[in-house]
Every structure is written in C-alpha cells, then in structure tokens.
C-alpha cells in the first residue's frame, strides 16, 4: 500500500486527510494518507526513514518556503516563488530525493481567475508560502500586487499603514493568513473594512470555516466574496497528478 502525507504544526485545520481518505475509498485506490505534525523540519528524514511506504507528501503551514533546503529539487515554478507545497519521494536504496513542486499556484489561479475582469490592483494579506502564490498567480494576469505584513521589513504595507485610500485603490483583497481559520473563527485581519465596496473582490484562502469574518465583512458591503475550498481541492487533485507522474 502506498502513503501520502501532510507535514505542517498545527495539523488541526487539516484539509487533506479527510479529503484524499474520502478520494481513496470512493475510487477504490489501495493507498492512505496521514497526517504527520512536527514541529521542526529536522524530524522530516525520521518520519521518511520510518515510514517506508511513503510516496509523496503535502506541505502547509509553517513550511511552504523552509521546506526548500531540505530538498533534493525543486520543479521551476515553485523554485520562482520560493514556495513548496507537494513533495514527491524517490528511494533508492536505503537513500531518497525529494523532488518539490507547488500546486497552490495551479488552484489559486483556477478559483480566482473569473473573478478579476477589469481590476488592476490587489492587496495580498501575508507573506508565507501561499502569499507567494497568489502574487505569482495575480501579477501574471496584470494585476499590480502590495503585500502586507505585521513586520515592516517583510511587506509593502503593515496592518497599521493601511489606510481607507489604500483599500479604495487595491479592489483584490487576498488573505493568504491563517488569521479567522477555526477555531478562532471570531478573528479577522486588522484591515479598515468600511472603505470595502461593492466593487471589492475578497478570497480567503481559508475553507473553515465556509464563510470568515473577513468575507462576512466584505458580503455585507456588497463584494464579491470567495473561500479556499476550490482551491483546495483543485491543488489537492494536482498534487495527486504529480504524484501518479513520478
């Protein structure tokens, strides 16, 4: 039987087991998937060591970007972004090579790419993994990115710089933080949400809960409003090509 993993700390929000699980029974696939919780990536070779049917992993949060040197290589696109979020595992012997690729870029793209007629400017609120990929994605299209960030070296904006002309001026608001995922579902990015109008675009790559205080504030003010679960699943289904590929 072959394994399939998630390595992340924390685990508790985890999309993918539960979705490749439901995939492997209702495909009749002869395969499992895991979820393995560490909270340093110096544990990654004991979980390949010890897991010797493990064929290919997913990579979330806080690992996107510092999966990288870990890796034996890295697929073009996800080497341009500095972003990592599928992993396929070659043995040999008692040795292996990690080959990385992102398929969030794939997913963000599919879900939000109807949505972006006519606007040229988005805010992308985080600097992680996922932030990389929505930049990457949105600024192929044309659209001109800021991104923001708590600390004052690592975005265009932090949360306090953001003004109501900056929300007016940027009509794609991405939230690519885990800020609002259950469950503290009662959180929201600290942005000025009144100067939101109808003409807004607001995705929050968060699928849990279906709808965040972040969409919620943006519904009531007329935007259109999107959540990650397409571009979960779109990037789950990618992942799993790759995996089929190697």
Request: with cysteine.
């Amino acid at each position: 039987m072959r394994k399939f993993g998630l390595i992340g700390y924390p685990l508790s929000h985890s999309f993918s087991k539960k979705y490749f699980t439901d995939k492997f029974e209702s495909e009749g696939i002869d395969a499992e998937y895991c979820n393995f919780q560490i909270e340093s990536l110096q544990d990654l070779n004991d979980i390949i060591k010890a897991e010797t049917e493990l064929v290919g992993l997913n990579v979330t949060i806080p690992y996107k970007t510092s999966i990288i040197p870990f890796l034996t290589s890295v697929a073009p696109c996800a080497k341009s972004i500095q972003s990592v979020n599928t992993i396929c595992i070659n043995r040999i012997g008692n040795s292996w090579n990690l080959t990385g690729s992102n398929t969030d870029v794939i997913g963000f793209k599919e879900s939000i790419e109807p949505h972006v007629k006519g606007h040229n400017q988005a805010l992308i609120l985080g600097t992680g993994g996922s932030a990389k990929a929505a930049f990457h994605v949105l600024e192929e299209m044309g659209i001109e990115c800021n991104s923001v960030s708590r600390r004052p070296d690592e975005g265009d904006f932090t949360y306090d710089d953001l003004t109501v002309a900056d929300i007016w001026e940027h009509s794609i608001i991405v939230n690519c933080t885990p800020i609002g995922m259950f469950p503290n579902i009662d959180a929201a990015p600290d942005i000025p949400y009144e100067s939101i109008t109808p003409e807004h675009v607001l995705f929050d790559m968060i699928y849990n809960p279906a709808e965040t205080v972040f969409l919620k504030n943006g519904r009531k003010r007329g935007a259109t409003t999107i959540n990650g679960l397409q571009m979960l699943e779109r990037q789950a289904e990618e992942s799993w090509k790759i995996w089929n590929e190697m």
